[in-house]
């Protein structure tokens, strides 16, 4: 019996949420479209775009492929994102300010 992933989605999954999130919008597709293309159910797509489920090896490849993309290109995209948060020491991706975005009051 196959075994779930445990836990939360860590910073690499998170990655691959956005660059997949980011790609969809690129190419206008919809995650109902993304889960046609993979095989998997909307909410399947759903519940990893919402980083409520960890994206299993199979779903890069799988993702990767109905995006028109190399799943090695996804995953250095993916890592650098990683890499980034990591070196912010960003505490969570979906919730941080990005530097640029913080503004200096003065009092």
């Known amino acids: 019996m196959a075994q779930k992933p445990s836990g939360p989605p860590g910073l690499l999954s998170r990655g691959l949420t956005s660059e997949i999130k980011a790609e969809l919008g690129?190419?206008?597709?919809?995650q109902t479209e993304l889960g046609?293309?993979?095989?998997?159910?909307k909410g399947y797509v759903s519940q990893r775009l919402l980083n409520d489920a960890q994206w299993l090896t199979n779903d890069i490849e799988d993702v990767a492929e109905a995006l028109n993309m190399d799943a090695s290109e996804l995953l250095d995209k993916a890592l650098s994102l990683r890499?980034?948060?990591m070196e912010e020491a960003l505490p969570d991706p979906d919730y941080a300010v990005p530097p640029e975005h913080i503004?200096?009051?003065?009092?």
């Open 26 to 30: 690129r190419q206008s597709l919809s």
């Open 83 to 85: 890499s980034r948060w």
């Open 36 to 41: 046609r293309r993979i095989g998997k159910s």
């Open 103 to 107: 503004v200096k009051v003065s009092g």
